[in-house]
């Protein structure tokens, strides 16, 4: 069974960072794809990144690009999300997510993905 883990939110001052990190165990392919996603108080989900195993390939939101960085470190079978320069409207429950069954190039949409981490807070302060 896939789980995955987060860990490293917390409280931040604007122009901050932080890293996040998404532990995944069970999965039975090595091709896979790892989302990152947030949901801020009041609005609804809102996809930040994606990076595909296959390829490498790392996809970006524009509210975060430039500014977020994800990483995969394979041996310890997590992916990193590094937020530089956070401002108070990157406050959110931010989730990764999972899907072994995608083949495309490009992100899946948030109902693509078959497994969710529980989330982790990160509070930006101005």
């Known amino acids: 069974e896939v789980q995955l883990v987060e860990s490293g939110g917390g409280l931040v001052q604007a122009g901050g960072s932080l890293r996040l990190s998404c532990a995944a165990s069970g999965f039975t392919s090595d091709d896979y794809v790892i989302g990152w996603f947030r949901r801020a108080p009041g609005k609804e989900r809102e996809g930040v990144s994606c990076?595909?195993?296959?390829?490498?390939?790392?996809v970006y939101a524009d509210s975060v690009k430039g500014r977020f960085t994800v990483s995969s470190d394979n041996a310890k079978n997590t992916v990193h999300l590094h937020l530089n320069s956070l401002k108070p409207e990157d406050t959110a429950v931010y989730y990764c997510a999972a899907t072994i069954t995608w083949s495309a190039s490009w992100c899946p949409q948030g109902f693509e993905y078959e497994y969710w981490g529980q989330g982790t807070q990160v509070t930006v302060s101005s």
């Open positions: 990076i595909i195993s296959s390829s490498g390939s790392t």
